[in-house]
């Protein structure tokens, strides 16, 4: 199994904010992790598969626009890293 360890310890130093988004439609839900960098680019990350990244987007708009036409709905709210760092 590859380790996404790398990819993790590179987001950590540019993330912008994080979000989650859930899929109300399963139970239990399904979670995704919205992860924007300081250039923009948005990756998401699927937290029950060990932070695996599910996709990367070049805008929020379009990673936003995926989560919703799966059926996403974003839990309120942002984690924004100059409030935690």
Same mark, same amino acid.
């Given at each position: 199994?590859?380790?996404?360890?790398?990819?993790?310890?590179?987001?950590?130093?540019?993330?912008?904010?994080?979000?989650?988004?859930?899929?109300? $439609?399963?139970?239990?839900?399904?979670?995704?992790?919205?992860?924007?960098?300081?250039?923009?680019?948005? =990756? $998401?990350?699927?937290?029950?598969?060990?932070? =695996?990244?599910?996709?990367?987007?070049?805008?929020?708009?379009?990673?936003?626009?995926?989560?919703?036409?799966?059926?996403?709905?974003? $839990?309120?709210?942002?984690?924004?890293?100059?409030?935690?760092?």
């Amino acid at each position: 199994m590859q380790s996404h360890a790398p990819a993790l310890a590179e987001q950590a130093k540019t993330w912008k904010f994080l979000e989650l988004w859930v899929d109300p $439609v399963l139970f239990p839900p399904k979670i995704l992790m919205l992860v924007g960098d300081q250039d923009g680019t948005c =990756r $998401v990350f699927n937290p029950a598969s060990d932070y =695996r990244l599910v996709v990367t987007h070049s805008s929020y708009q379009a990673a936003q626009e995926w989560l919703l036409e799966d059926e996403y709905e974003r $839990v309120k709210g942002q984690l924004l890293a100059e409030e935690v760092l």
